[in-house]
Every structure is written in structure tokens, then in C-alpha cells.
């Protein structure tokens, strides 16, 4: 089985803090993605990376960074935390290929105070 | 922008009754598409794919695909009160990037 893991299932900063998010995946996926979710407006992805050392802006990537230094890891970073980056983050990870599907993390819920 | 639409509900059906969830896509390249269930506080996690037009049945699911009309939807019959959440439709153009809809969200009565 595919396991994806997330750092933290809750976590809770103040304004101006940074922030680091990860996620780990199991299945040696090429593919990593960083989502976050709102009541309203689904899934939104910030950032994805397709290879180590890679990344791709996705939707929503202002405020937020990412680095994956190996394959397995995919860290997501909020430089300066502000209360609009209140969220649940779900990391996802897929083999890349056509018609392959996305594994999701636990999901990490983010409360910016 | 590539788009994926689905009406946000709620959706409420008696147990044993059959929901129907609808999902239309606007980008005609996208080759896979998946139907995710998602309980509140939960993580997504998949129930269907389909790749090919017609039906592909599972169990008490079925997703149905018409690339023509850019449309998949998911049945559930003999719905269960644990069948009672947010049911996301997915679509994969390239095989890097995902679309995910809003989700519907059903609530099965018993």
C-alpha cells in the first residue's frame, strides 16, 4: 500500500512565523503535489514537483515555497505565516504517468493566529 | 483554465436508494478521471477511475464517461448511511497536473 505521511495532523503559529510543512512518500512516486483546502473553494494547489530538485508554481504559490531535496520528501514552507494561510494542507503524491491517480497525505490542519 | 464542475449539494437520499453525482470538465485533452471520497476531517482517498467512454462498475459504484459531452458522473446504489460524504471528481489531462472539482457533498438519510 501507498503510504503517504504528513508531519503534523494540527498545528498552530503565530502571525509572521515561518512555517515548514512536510510530507513523505513511501512508493518512490516521481510526482509530489502541496494542496490546500477550503470550505467553498475545493482543492487548490500551491506548488508540485515532478523530480528531485524540481518545482512547479500551481495555482496559489504566493507566500509559500517548497524544496525537495530527495524523492521521497516534499517540504512545503510559508516564509511569513498570516492568518489567510489558515488551512488544511494535503500533500499528494503520483507516479506521473497518464492515468495514474494521486495518493493523499492525512492532511495537516494549519491555524495561523 | 482547465475546469471541473460539480454541483455542491447537498445531496440527500433514504438508505437503499440510488445517489447520482455529476462532474462536467472543460478540457477535451484530459485523458483519466477518478471520483474521491472524502469524509469530513479526512483526507481524500479514491473509490473510482475510468479512462474509457461507458460504464465501469465497482461494487455498489459505477462511474460513467462521455468524453463527448465532457461529462463523468458516479452512481451508488443501495446507498448506506457510511456512504455520508463529500464525493470529489478528479481529472488528469497530462499525467502530472490534477483537476479537482469543488465536491458534492451527501448525506444518506436512513
Known amino acids: 500500500d501507498v503510504k503517504v505521511t504528513q508531519s503534523s495532523r494540527y498545528l498552530v503559529k503565530r502571525t509572521g512565523e515561518k512555517v515548514f510543512l512536510e510530507c513523505v512518500q513511501d512508493m518512490d512516486h516521481e510526482n509530489m503535489f502541496w494542496y490546500r483546502q477550503d470550505p467553498g473553494l475545493g482543492l487548490r494547489l500551491i506548488y508540485f514537483s515532478y523530480d528531485v530538485k524540481m518545482k512547479e508554481k500551481g495555482d496559489i504559490p504566493e507566500g509559500y515555497s517548497v524544496s525537495r531535496e530527495k524523492k521521497e520528501r516534499f517540504s512545503l514552507i510559508l516564509e511569513s505565516a498570516s492568518t489567510n494561510q489558515t488551512s488544511m494542507y494535503l500533500c499528494?503524491?503520483?507516479?506521473?504517468?497518464?492515468?495514474?491517480?494521486?495518493?493523499f497525505g492525512p492532511g495537516t490542519r494549519l491555524t495561523v493566529l | 483554465q482547465k475546469e471541473v464542475e460539480q454541483n455542491s449539494g447537498p445531496l440527500s437520499v433514504p438508505e437503499g436508494a440510488i445517489a447520482s453525482l455529476n462532474c462536467t470538465y472543460s478540457d477535451r485533452g484530459s485523458q483519466s478521471f477518478f471520483w474521491y471520497r472524502q469524509y469530513s476531517g479526512k483526507s481524500p482517498e479514491l473509490i473510482m477511475f475510468?479512462?474509457?467512454?461507458g460504464d465501469k462498475e465497482d461494487g455498489r459504484f459505477t462511474a460513467q464517461l462521455n468524453k463527448a459531452s465532457q461529462y463523468v458522473s458516479l452512481l451508488i446504489r443501495d446507498s448506506q448511511p457510511s456512504d455520508s460524504a463529500t464525493y470529489l471528481c478528479?481529472?488528469?489531462?497530462?499525467?502530472?497536473?490534477?483537476?479537482f472539482g469543488t465536491g458534492t457533498s451527501l448525506t444518506v438519510i436512513p
Open positions: 499528494a503524491s503520483s507516479w506521473g504517468l497518464a492515468g495514474d491517480t494521486q495518493y
Open positions: 475510468i479512462y474509457s467512454n
Open positions: 478528479a481529472v488528469n489531462a497530462n499525467g502530472n497536473q490534477f483537476y
